[in-house]
């Protein structure tokens, strides 16, 4: 706790608190007051990097739930080769994000394994961290695996709550084994998807700045630029400390906005069943 508290707490304290100055991480900060609030709704920058963020989540949350849900599935039955998905599931979490950003920079060059394998199939492929139409995607496809160990896991948990009755009552009922899992497997690991949903929307929100900045930068043209990357680029790259806490703050107040919509979705379904 005290090393949360040093490490999370007070910055962020610290953080909301600079909201309200401007400072050049040199000079002494000088009271704006909601200056720096205010700014944010002319911003077309800051319009244009929440929208690539909303497309980051659009894109990856809705993916990695259902890839992540077939394969805790597989993984929690006896097929064959089922030892082999679990040590691939586990990989992602060996590598920290720099490190697995790296090695997918690598995947993505014009010479790279990726465009390797489509050119077996006679398909050639673009340099995709520079196509303005794949450099996005190609990030997505990134994040998705990154993210895909913890879903896995989760439903892993959630998967051994569900009684095994029920699936020897629609077996007797002549209920086959993909009509079990769409049937009666998906609506009862319905809360472990909403958790894993926020949870994923929440990683994709922060873990497009890490990605980003180390896979494109931003680019082409700002199409991978996320709001978490471009406060980062205003603080220290323009050295505009004050306007980029404002900028991490809207980005927490969506979040959190985010988060309590689920919540009374949630409660309003509950309290109507």
């Known amino acids: 706790m005290l090393a949360f508290a040093l490490f999370v707490i007070l910055p962020a304290l610290g953080g909301l608190a600079l909201t309200f100055f401007q400072w050049d991480l040199f000079g002494t900060p000088k009271w704006v007051g909601l200056a720096n609030v205010s700014r944010l709704f002319g911003d077309a920058d800051m319009w244009h990097a929440l929208g690539v963020t909303v497309l ?16 805790a599935v597989l993984i929690n039955t006896k097929m064959p080769g ?24 690598n995947l993505y060059n014009s010479k790279g394994l990726v465009n390797q394998v489509l050119a077996w199939v006679g398909v ?14 190609a990030l997505v496809v990134m994040m998705i ?19 095994e009755d ?69 603080a220290f790259a323009e050295r505009d400390i004050g306007y980029a806490s404002a900028l991490s703050l809207f980005q927490l107040v969506l979040m ?18």
């Not at 050639?124 to 995607?137: E, Q, V």
């Not at 990154?146 to 009684?163: E, K, N």
């Open 124 to 137: 050639d492929g673009p340099n995709w961290l520079s196509d303005l139409t794949w450099a996005r995607p």
């Open 256 to 273: 959190v906005a985010v988060v309590l919509l689920v919540r009374t979705i949630v409660r309003f379904r509950r309290e109507h069943n």
């Open 82 to 105: 089922v030892g082999v998905i679990r040590v691939f599931y586990f990989a992602p979490m060996i590598a920290s994000a720099a490190v697995s950003s790296l090695i997918w920079v």
């Open 166 to 234: 029920i699936y020897a009552a629609a077996s007797l009922d002549g209920a086959g084994k993909w009509r079990q899992v769409w049937s009666m497997t998906w609506p009862n690991v319905r809360g472990t998807t909403l958790l894993i949903t926020v949870l994923q929307a929440v990683g994709f929100v922060s873990g497009s700045f890490e990605v980003a900045l180390i896979m494109t930068d931003g680019g082409p043209l700002g199409t991978t630029q996320s709001l978490a990357l471009y406060a980062y680029k205003v």
């Open 145 to 163: 695996w990154s993210g895909l160990p913890l879903v896995i896991i989760l439903y892993l948990a959630g998967l051994q709550r569900v009684p």
């Open 56 to 71: 980051f989540v659009v894109m990856g949350v809705v993916p990695t739930t259902l890839i992540g849900f077939v394969l």
